[in-house]
T-cell receptor
Framework: AQSVTQLDSQVPVFEEAPVELRCNYS??????LFWYVQYPNQGLQLLLK??????LVKGINGFEAEFNKSQTSFHLRKPSVHISDTAEYFC?????????????FGTGTSLTVIP | GAVVSQHPSRVICKSGTSVKIECRSL??????MFWYRQFPKQSLMLMAT?????????EQGVEKDKFLINHASLTLSTLTVTSAHPEDSSFYIC??????????FGPGTRLTVL
């Protein structure tokens, strides 16, 4: 079975400060990794994804994440946050199943940027 | 990127009635779509996998007779909440699977059952 753990449910950070949102996963097979952002009353928007290749992945809005296979982590980082980054962030893992690729989501991290 | 739409975006209905939510992939074909449910301040919970031309696969604990899923074409899947009750009030999100194991999510449908 797969699981995704987002250790921090809420992360407050001052504007222009750096931020790291943590994500760890457990899986016995190869995985694909994703970070999504959700604004209030909206669906999920893909920030970035790791499918293969370079372990450092750059996404939209200045976010990046690094896949660490030995630590089974995929932490999301941004060097300088903006007020508009305030949102809910979800880490997700996808594995190949008999019925197709299934996503497993973490419980989410609420990022609040303080002016 | 690929676009997935949902209709309606918001619906309010009386207890006991049925509500249909549509999920469309606008610029790509999706043989597989997924339906999720999200409670306030919580993560997405996979309800079922919708397969074009065949029966949906439901997750454990999801009532298939209550949440009817039809994937009639490569661009449309529908979720019908039958005999809705207030506890069915939630945010329902669909996604469509594209190439390279990526899912594209719809904007969600807020269902309120009075």
């Amino acid at each position: 079975a797969q699981s995704v753990t987002q250790l921090d449910s809420q992360v407050p950070v001052f504007e222009e400060a750096p931020v790291e949102l943590r994500c760890n996963y457990s899986s016995s097979v190869s995985v694909y990794l994703f970070w999504y952002v959700q604004y209030p009353n909206q669906g999920l928007q893909l920030l970035l994804k790791y499918l293969s290749g370079s372990t450092l992945v750059k996404g939209i809005n200045g976010f990046e994440a690094e896949f660490n296979k030995s630590q089974t982590s995929f932490h999301l980082r941004k060097p300088s946050v903006h007020i508009s980054d305030t949102a809910e962030y979800f880490c997700a893992v996808s594995t190949k199943t008999n019925t197709g690729n299934q996503f497993y989501f973490g419980t989410g991290t609420s990022l609040t940027v303080i002016p | 990127g690929a676009v997935v739409s949902q209709h309606p975006s918001r619906v309010i209905c009386k207890s006991g009635t049925s509500v249909k939510i549509e999920c469309r992939s606008l610029d790509f074909q999706a043989t597989t779509m997924f339906w999720y449910r999200q409670f306030p301040k919580q993560s997405l919970m996979l309800m079922a996998t919708s397969n074009e031309g065949s029966k949906a696969t439901y997750e454990q604990g999801v009532e298939k007779d209550k949440f009817l899923i039809n994937h009639a074409s490569l661009t449309l899947s529908t979720l019908t909440v039958t005999s809705a009750h207030p506890e069915d009030s939630s945010f329902y999100i669909c996604s469509a699977r594209a190439l390279r194991n990526e899912q594209f999510f719809g904007p969600g449908t807020r269902l309120t059952v009075l």
